[in-house]
């Protein structure tokens, strides 16, 4: 059975909306009219509920979802800054070396040569990071909110004070950067603060070491003591009643500030490629303690409606970084303030019927057949011929769930549809090589800079006769000898960073009345596959579980297929 046959137009058409994989290069998200962006459940919380920080694996559609948000709720914001992160633009290795080198070295000097322990290490870089993030925040919102309200009609509803207050406030922001009265862009300014903000706690220690008479202790103990109280407070003292009356005046119009942060996935990748052995785990802990300091920061600010609730945030930030950090207020921190970006099938179905549909100029009645017109049929598992699966299921199934991967393999098919039409067997071929290239272009090219051990954990694992599903002994036993990066060499680390990729996963008995998993019937028991894209557990492994490798990997792994049941089989109605 096949479906419709584009001509060569449609099918250029079809090929373009699936072209991009980069959503800041991506108009289609911008357009309004074609409407191809997904009101997902994730879309639905940021918007809704001020979640934000934002947590997603790589090719999960963070920056997607900032493009699409921005567009689809610009009426109700009077300013707007896109900050993203650059390796070559945001000052986050030059102020590695200015708090290891400047700010250490000073400490120490002080210190004494006598003294085996640093006074550095006293500090907690996280605090610095929490107070150089909050001040620079709180900075960049005013200046964007003074700018926008002093230049435009609202300013002729202003009295004369309050315009005052405002031009003082902007004239203040100004002088930080540096920069007079010059009009700055809210994009722009974030990290010339946050430089200027961490240069401010340099002062601090100088002031407490020229003033310091007392003992060493008497010095840790006020330098620490003064770090704490700046990381709790929320507003410079110069811009505390600029924040209120921002607050009034735009609570009377409807109106508030959006600050957006991106594209750490690219920083963190661009750091690693570039980072030699030179002070590297250090590199790697102040990089932590940013994210940390960052994630504190949102969460303060957020918690201060009463100053705060013209300011909204959203920051997004790689899943396996947040991990890894050390939150004592994890629970509520992600109860509270964290959404995970994570995609259900049906919202994947609905985000390709909508760029088909844009692409065949279909209306919007026809917009949820769209898939169908093109691929009506079914796909038969490759090895097990009696199980057919839904054609966009089976891509699906040899996904890791991320949009990316999605447009990889549409881009491949439409390819492939200039040479033949779409069928079972074509389909089939095409998922099978489009595989391997996702796993060597996009898997093993994004983690390899910052695992440097993943390429032999794979070779390992396609050497040693993997099934399809096996103990958790088993596979530990196997990943004896390996490790992915410095300070991940057992084999239940080495586990746990294979789930968060999506390599691994846990097959489970399960019942259809567990409302929290889908489940399926298989040899006469219903078990489900818990994979890092549709669950939430940190670490899912527990004694005697069993141990599933993603479908995605089977090919590349070299797994051997004995067990009669199609491994994260997919049915529609799992997701009803």
């Known amino acids: 059975m096949t479906g419709l046959n584009p001509s060569p137009d449609q099918l250029r058409r079809l090929r373009a909306v699936f072209q991009e994989l980069k959503a800041e290069q991506d108009q289609f998200l911008r357009q309004v009219e074609n409407r191809t962006f997904v009101h997902t459940r994730v879309y639905r919380q940021v918007r809704d509920e001020r979640k934000c920080l934002l947590i997603g694996r790589k090719g999960a559609g963070k920056t997607a979802l900032l493009v699409g948000y921005r567009t689809e709720n610009r009426a109700d914001y009077l300013a707007e800054a896109d900050i993203d992160i ?43 990071a929490t107070y150089a993030w909050k001040q620079s925040l709180t900075a960049s919102a005013v200046c964007m909110a003074a700018q926008q309200i002093l230049d435009s009609e609202m300013s002729d509803q202003l009295s004369n004070q309050e315009k005052r207050t405002l031009e003082d406030a902007l004239e203040h922001v100004l002088k930080l950067l540096g920069n007079g009265k010059g009009r700055v862009e809210g994009s722009t300014i974030l990290g010339p603060f946050l430089v200027y903000f961490f240069t401010a706690f340099t002062e601090l220690i100088e002031v ?252 390992k694992l396609g050497n040693v006769q993997l099934r399809t599903v096996l103990s958790y002994e088993s596979l530990c036993d196997k990943l004896g000898g390996l490790e992915l990066f410095d300070d991940c060499r057992s084999p239940d680390q080495i586990a746990v ?42 670490d899912p492994y527990s004694p005697g579980c069993e141990v599933c490798i993603h479908p995605m990997f089977f090919e590349y792994l070299n797994i051997k297929h004995e067990e009669p049941y199609v491994v994260n089989q997919l049915v529609w109605e799992m997701f009803a």
Request: hydrophobic share 40%; with cysteine.
């Open 86 to 128: 650059i390796a070559d633009e945001f000052p986050l290795e030059p102020l590695f070396h200015f708090f290891y080198r400047e700010v250490y070295g000073k400490l120490n000097q002080r210190a004494g040569n006598n003294r085996n322990t640093d006074l550095a290490h006293f500090l907690d870089p996280t605090k610095v």
């Open 208 to 459: 407490a070491i020229e003033q310091s008479m007392g003992s060493f202790a008497a010095l840790v103990a006020k330098i620490t003591g003064q770090l704490s109280l700046m990381a709790k407070n929320n507003t410079d003292e110069a811009l505390r009643k600029p924040v209120q009356q921002i607050r009034q005046i735009l609570d009377r119009h409807g109106k508030k500030v959006l600050l957006t942060l991106d594209r750490f996935d690219d920083f963190y990748d661009e750091f690693q490629y570039r980072q030699s052995n030179d002070m590297a785990i250090e590199k790697r802990a102040f990089l932590a303690a940013l994210l940390k300091g960052l994630v504190i920061a949102a969460r303060d600010l957020q918690r201060d409606a009463a100053q705060y609730s013209w300011m909204h945030m959203i920051f997004t930030i790689p899943m396996d970084k947040f991990l890894e950090l050390q939150l004592r207020e994890r629970a509520d921190l992600e109860s509270n303030h964290v959404v995970r970006l994570e995609w259900t099938p049906k919202e994947l179905y609905e985000m390709v019927n909508r760029r088909i549909a844009a692409a065949l100029d279909l209306p919007e009645k026809d917009i949820p057949n769209a898939w169908n017109l093109l691929f009506p049929f079914d796909v038969t598992n490759g090895r097990l011929r009696e199980v057919k699966e839904d054609s966009f299921l089976y891509i699906v199934r040899h996904s890791l769930w991320n949009p990316r991967e999605i447009h990889m393999y549409l881009k491949a098919l439409f390819a492939e549809m200039e040479k033949r039409p779409a069928d079972e067997e074509m389909f089939r071929q095409v998922v099978r090589t489009e595989t391997e290239n996702i796993i060597r272009r996009e898997f093993i090219g994004q983690f390899i800079s910052e695992f440097q051990g993943l390429q032999k954990v794979l070779n």
């Open 497 to 538: 960073r294979l789930f968060h990729m999506g390599v691994l996963g846990v097959r489970i008995k399960g019942h259809r009345s567990d409302g929290n998993l889908a489940v399926i019937t298989q040899q006469k028991h219903e078990v489900g596959y818990r994979f890092c894209f549709n669950t939430d557990e940190n």
